[in-house]
Structures are given as structure tokens and as C-alpha cells.
């Protein structure tokens, strides 16, 4: 939570005519107990029957394990990992899910981590112990230089395909449009260095409302969607570089986190925000395709 946040809240609420459309369709929402106030990742395994969600930075290394209206069944403690800014997870629906500790809103954190868990493990016991991949995301060489820029990326989402975990970077820059740096990990690899190999300039509102702070893929098709705080975007894996849709929500909040429940229809999450009085939240949406 940050006061820019707040501040680009304000900045939107004066847009809102634009933010306005009837493209996403909120079935239900359920707020959540006020110990997931800081949600930032939510994967389900079965379909919506149950969920599981994760705090963001700070708070204990806990993964929770929750039933179909977001309250909280179990904790399953991560003993040989910690909470430093754990901003997503995803899953292959097989083996593992990987939760993504690779946030880094200031920019200042060469290494970071996804731990990695054993489904079955998850599923079965309430202390599991993870893999860890340990990741340094770079920039390219500048255009205009052949000196390597080598500066770090705030990474708040990820999604699982083809054995790789793919990463979206969230944009900080207040004077260009929105861009996304694009990056793949190996999921078995322990330690490795990640160039980009994709961007996308990918909308043209102000930054704090088009930062990019969840993704998820549809385990049945080559399509993914990725979250701001005002839009949701759908494209497939083969045009990561163009060729997005657009659907934009009616509200602002913080949305942090979404999975997919079957075709065209997602759970989103919201962290809390004292200063726009908002609980934590998990919203059941529906997709309305765009008329052919």
C-alpha cells in the first residue's frame, strides 16, 4: 500500500466518466477476513470450490487455504521461506505451485525468489517446505548505448506455461506511456539471470492506474489476463507483444490478484485501503466479449 496509490485514485476518480463501461459484470463479492488484508496472490486448484491466497510483503510466509467465499480454512506454514515481497502465484495444475517473491516497488533488489511447492504437499498438510529459484531480472542494452542499463523491476505477476514461469514487470515511470517488460524463467533452474524478451506498450493511462499487478492463464487454451487497478487485459501466449483486449472495471480499488474459475469468468481480489474504505475483498466477475 502506498500513498501514490491513494493519489492516483484521486486522479482517476476526475477520469471516471472514461473509466465507466459494462464490460465486466460483477456476479458476487465477498469481503475477506481482515487477516488476508494485504492479499496479493489467489490460485484454485478445483474450479472455485476452494481458493489459495497470500499476503504480500512483511507478513508471516504462510500460504491460506480458503473455501468458496473466501474464509480461511487452513494455514500452511513455509518454514524455510520468507515474506519479503511476495506479489503473485500460479501453478502448472499437476506438480507445483511457485509463489512469486519478486516484488520490488523501489527498485533496489538485484535477487529475487519463487518457491516453489508440491501440490499434492499443499493440499494435504498445514507446514510444507519449497524449492527456491533465485532470479535477477535485468534490462537489455539501451538502444542508444552499448552500456547495460542493469536495473532492476518491480515484478508483481507471473503465470506457469510449457515448464517456464512467465513475469510481467509493473511500470514506475510517471513521464512515458505504460510499458511492460516481458521475462521467462526455466521453473527447475535455481539460479539464474533474466533478460526481457518481450514489451508491450499496453495502455495509455495515467501509470498508478495501469500498473500491472496480477496475471493468470486459462490452463485449457493459450489464454492469459492480466490486472491494473481500473482494467483487465486478455490476450494470448503466441501475442504477448500486441494484440490485448481490454475490458475496464466501474470501480477503483487496489486489485492485486485473479484466477480463472472456466472460460470468461474470473476471481478477482482487492487488498484494503484505509484511505479509500475498503476491505479486502475477492469479486466473482464475468467477462461480456466485445459484439462481433
Not at 501453478?91 to 516497488?105: L, R
Not at 523491476?153 to 506455461?161: N, R
Not at 539471470?193 to 493511462?205: A, D, E, G, I, M
Request: net charge neutral; glycine share 4%.
Amino acid at each position: 500500500m502506498t500513498a501514490d496509490f491513494f493519489f492516483g485514485c484521486l486522479f482517476s476518480c476526475l477520469l471516471l466518466p472514461e473509466l465507466l463501461g459494462q464490460e465486466l459484470k460483477i456476479i458476487k463479492t465477498y469481503t475477506l477476513p481482515n487477516e488476508l488484508h494485504e492479499i496479493s496472490g489467489i490460485i484454485t486448484l478445483d474450479q472455485g470450490f476452494s481458493f489459495y491466497a497470500i499476503n504480500d510483503g512483511g507478513n508471516p510466509a504462510i500460504i491460506y487455504h480458503l473455501d468458496s467465499i473466501g474464509q480461511i480454512i487452513r494455514r500452511i506454514k513455509i518454514p524455510n521461506a520468507s515474506n519479503i515481497d511476495w506479489e503473485d502465484m500460479t501453478t502448472d495444475f499437476k506438480e507445483y505451485v511457485y509463489i512469486s517473491d519478486t516484488g520490488d516497488n523501489k527498485r533496489k533488489r538485484p535477487e529475487k525468489k519463487v518457491y516453489k511447492i508440491k501440490i499434492n504437499e499443499l493440499q494435504n498438510k498445514n507446514e510444507v517446505f519449497a524449492e527456491t529459484l533465485n532470479l535477477n531480472f535485468l534490462t537489455i542494452k539501451s538502444e542508444k548505448s552499448s552500456k547495460n542499463l542493469n536495473k532492476t523491476h518491480d515484478i508483481e505477476a507471473v503465470y506457469w506455461q510449457n515448464n517456464e514461469l512467465v513475469f510481467f514487470s509493473k511500470n514506475w515511470n510517471p513521464k512515458k506511456m505504460p510499458i511492460s517488460w516481458i521475462y521467462r524463467a526455466d521453473q527447475n533452474q535455481s539460479k539464474q539471470t533474466l533478460y526481457p524478451f518481450l514489451s508491450n506498450k499496453y495502455s495509455h493511462r495515467f501509470y498508478l492506474e495501469s500498473q500491472i499487478s496480477g496475471a493468470c492463464k486459462d490452463p485449457n487454451s493459450d489464454k492469459i489476463y492480466l490486472i491494473t487497478g481500473t482494467e483487465l487485459f486478455e490476450c494470448e501466449t503466441s501475442h504477448l507483444e500486441n494484440k490485448w483486449t481490454k475490458y475496464t472495471f466501474d470501480f477503483i480499488s487496489q486489485k492485486e490478484a485473479l484466477c480463472l474459475l472456466r472460460e470468461n469468468h474470473l476471481v478477482i481480489t482487492q487488498e484494503a485501503n484505509k484511505k479509500l474504505l475498503q476491505m479486502p475483498q475477492m469479486h466473482f466477475i464475468q467477462i461480456i466479449p466485445p459484439s462481433k
